[in-house]
């Protein structure tokens, strides 16, 4: 069911009367400075420039609603512009907060217009900064520490501020909503202000940050310490095939998507090439470097069978740009640093004295925010190239350890990984669903997700419907009719 459906069932605020939009110019809040506050029509709104040719399709059927954009002052070097959405008429009651991806810089307009467009109100912001990399932090330990925690927690403290001005009311629910850093910011909420949110939706979270750059870095390095074991992207797709012809079908179905990685025990060895070197094969030297990739430093998890189209991410021509700057810039402050001189453990450790306590946000403890009710989904898309999905898993049983098992944490968090999804969506699965619905039924009916409706689209056409299935279930065929129709598959 469509979140525009759920949120109708949910029942709007009534009002008596329009809200003010106007009004909030006027409105005083601790280390907030109102700029503007304006109405903006029906399909009105204007899209953010450079963002492609169809970025303002998500604006032309938004309704009427309140703009308030606002600057944050928490610290004297804090600079955190936050955006504040409020529809003008039908509000469920709820403020659905938004997550960014890479070092933000940026208000994340789209993922604000499809809450709006849900009946919420909708926040974001740019976490204290304007571009989308990391030399901000130079000589800025209070922007970092922004970009890190602080902005969400003070955007979600002001945005509950004015809507409750706005609509005389408070939100009765506060949802946030997040994927990759969006993803570390919804568990850096979870674990440092676990009051902020009544539910939490956390995809593909960058949660270990100290590791999961350093994992990155390695991957780069490893690549090219020596240039014969790089693999060209013209030979991804001979490895994409070789994985799914050993492991697609172990589900019982083959459709061109490994439905568990875990139990795929690819060896890239079969492809090493017999005579010569072409684009069906790989070198000896590129076989022990895809052996790498997918068995990742060891302190951090590799990448997974089924990945292989997006290993440019990780291993292409150059490193990750992200995963460089927080080593460079962050780790060793020193923008002339070269990643080939990566020592593995020793500088991971250099990473977690200098930035861990800041960006890290891997505390096991979800207490505080389970016990007033809070519900988490996470998600992770098995195929990702970026964040490796097996840290999404080891971080959920870090959890259920710290509780006493997997059944303790059940009725408050929940894990869904998505077969052949890559990062925070696409790839070859089925990578359309609605979370933020499963996790409102949950918070305000009880009704904890056993399954997550999820489809394939081509071209604006559904070709392919599965339920995502809570870890450590799959989606198993029940060995009558179609395999692209979901009501023939169980959550075993």
């Given at each position: 069911?469509?979140?525009a459906?759920?949120?109708?069932?949910?029942?709007?605020m009534?009002?008596?009367?329009?809200?003010?939009?106007?009004?909030?110019?006027?409105?005083?809040?601790?280390?907030?400075?109102?700029?503007?506050?304006?109405?903006?029509?029906?399909?009105?709104?204007?899209?953010?420039?450079?963002r492609?040719?169809?970025?303002?399709?998500?604006?032309?059927?938004?309704?009427?609603?309140?703009?308030?954009?606002?600057?944050l002052?928490?610290?004297?070097?804090?600079?955190?512009?936050?955006?504040?959405?409020?529809?003008?008429?039908?509000?469920?009651?709820?403020?659905e907060?938004?997550?960014?991806?890479?070092?933000?810089?940026?208000?994340?307009?789209?993922?604000?217009?499809?809450?709006?467009?849900?009946?919420?109100?909708?926040?974001?912001?740019?976490?204290?900064?304007?571009?989308?990399?990391?030399?901000?932090?130079?000589?800025?330990p209070?922007?970092?520490?922004?970009?890190?925690?602080?902005?969400?927690h003070?955007?979600?403290?002001?945005?509950?501020?004015?809507?409750?001005?706005?609509?005389?009311?408070?939100?009765?629910?506060?949802?946030?909503?997040?994927?990759?850093?969006?993803?570390r910011?919804?568990?850096?909420?979870?674990?440092?202000?676990?009051?902020?949110?009544d539910?939490?939706?956390?995809?593909?979270?960058?949660?270990?940050v100290?590791?999961?750059?350093?994992?990155?870095?390695?991957t780069?390095?490893?690549?090219?310490?020596?240039?014969?074991?790089?693999?060209p992207?013209?030979?991804?797709?001979?490895i994409?095939?070789?994985?799914?012809?050993q492991?697609?079908?172990?589900?019982?179905?083959?459709?061109?998507?490994?439905?568990?990685?875990?139990?795929?025990?690819?060896?890239?060895?079969?492809?090493?090439c017999?005579?010569?070197?072409d684009?069906?094969?790989?070198?000896?030297?590129?076989?022990?470097?895809?052996?790498k990739?997918?068995?990742?430093?060891?302190?951090?998890?590799?990448?997974?069978?089924g990945?292989?189209?997006?290993?440019?991410?990780?291993?292409?021509?150059?490193?990750?740009?992200?995963?460089?700057?927080?080593?460079?810039?962050?780790?060793?402050?020193?923008?002339?640093?070269?990643?080939?001189?990566?020592?593995?453990?020793?500088?991971?450790?250099?990473?977690?004295?200098?930035?861990?306590?800041?960006?890290?946000?891997?505390?096991?403890?979800?207490?505080?925010?389970?016990?007033?009710?809070?519900k988490?989904?996470?998600?992770?898309?098995?195929?990702?190239?970026?964040?490796a999905?097996?840290?999404s898993?080891?971080?959920?049983?870090?959890?259920?350890?710290?509780?006493?098992?997997?059944?303790?944490?059940?009725?408050s968090?929940?894990?869904?990984?998505?077969?052949?999804?890559?990062?925070?969506?696409?790839?070859?699965?089925?990578?359309?669903?609605?979370m933020?619905?499963?996790?409102?039924?949950?918070?305000?009916?009880?009704?904890?997700?056993?399954?997550?409706?999820?489809?394939?689209?081509?071209?604006?056409?559904?070709?392919?419907?599965?339920?995502?299935?809570?870890?450590?279930?799959?989606?198993?065929?029940?060995?009558?009719?179609s395999?692209?129709?979901?009501?023939?598959?169980?959550?075993?």
């Open positions: 069911m469509k979140r459906i759920l949120a109708a069932l949910a029942g709007p009534l009002l008596s009367a329009a809200p003010n939009c106007g009004s909030m110019a006027a409105l005083s809040l601790p280390n907030t400075t109102i700029a503007t506050a304006e109405t903006i029509a029906p399909g009105a709104f204007p899209p953010p420039p450079g492609g040719p169809n970025a303002g399709a998500v604006y032309k059927t938004l309704p009427a609603f309140c703009r308030v954009s606002a600057m002052k928490p610290s004297a070097d804090s600079d955190i512009r936050i955006e504040v959405w409020m529809p003008a008429s039908g509000w469920n009651g709820k403020l907060s938004v997550g960014n991806g890479a070092w933000a810089g940026t208000i994340s307009y789209p993922a604000m217009a499809n809450a709006l467009a849900a009946g919420y109100a909708a926040a974001s912001t740019d976490t204290g900064h304007t571009g989308n990399n990391a030399e901000f932090a130079t000589g800025h209070e922007k970092l520490t922004d970009f890190a925690w602080r902005a969400v003070e955007m979600t403290v002001a945005s509950k501020g004015i809507v409750a001005a706005y609509y005389a009311s408070a939100p009765k629910y506060s949802y946030w909503n997040g994927c990759s850093t969006g993803g910011q919804a568990l850096a909420e979870a674990q440092r202000f676990p009051n902020d949110y539910g939490i939706v956390a995809g593909a979270p960058a949660n270990w100290t590791h999961l750059q350093g994992a990155q870095v390695w780069a390095a490893m690549t090219h310490k020596d240039e014969a074991g790089y693999i992207p013209a030979k991804y797709a001979a994409h095939k070789a994985a799914l012809d492991c697609d079908a172990l589900d019982g179905v083959k459709d061109g998507v490994i439905e568990d990685p875990k139990r795929c025990k690819f060896d890239p060895k079969v492809l090493e017999k005579q010569g070197d684009s069906s094969c790989l070198t000896a030297a590129q076989v022990d470097v895809a052996r990739i997918y068995h990742g430093p060891g302190n951090f998890p590799g990448l997974e069978p990945s292989e189209m997006g290993w440019a991410t990780l291993s292409g021509p150059k490193p990750m740009d992200l995963a460089l700057d927080t080593y460079r810039l962050l780790v060793f402050q020193n923008p002339a640093w070269n990643y080939l001189t990566f020592k593995g453990a020793a500088d991971e450790n250099q990473a977690v004295k200098t930035i861990g306590n800041l960006m890290d946000s891997k505390d096991p403890n979800l207490k505080p925010f389970f016990s007033h009710n809070g988490l989904i996470q998600y992770h898309g098995w195929a990702d190239p970026g964040i999905p097996g840290s898993v080891d971080y959920y049983r870090s959890v259920a350890v710290s509780f006493g098992g997997m059944d303790k944490i059940s009725d968090y929940r894990l869904f990984m998505v077969p052949g999804m890559g990062h925070c969506g696409g790839g070859d699965g089925t990578s359309t669903f609605d933020v619905s499963a996790l409102d039924a949950w918070v305000v009916q009880s009704k904890a997700p056993a399954q997550i409706p999820a489809s394939k689209v081509v071209s604006g056409a559904v070709v392919r419907t599965r339920p995502l299935c809570p870890y450590p279930q799959v989606a198993a065929w029940n060995s009558t009719g395999t692209d129709e979901a009501a023939n598959f169980t959550c075993r």
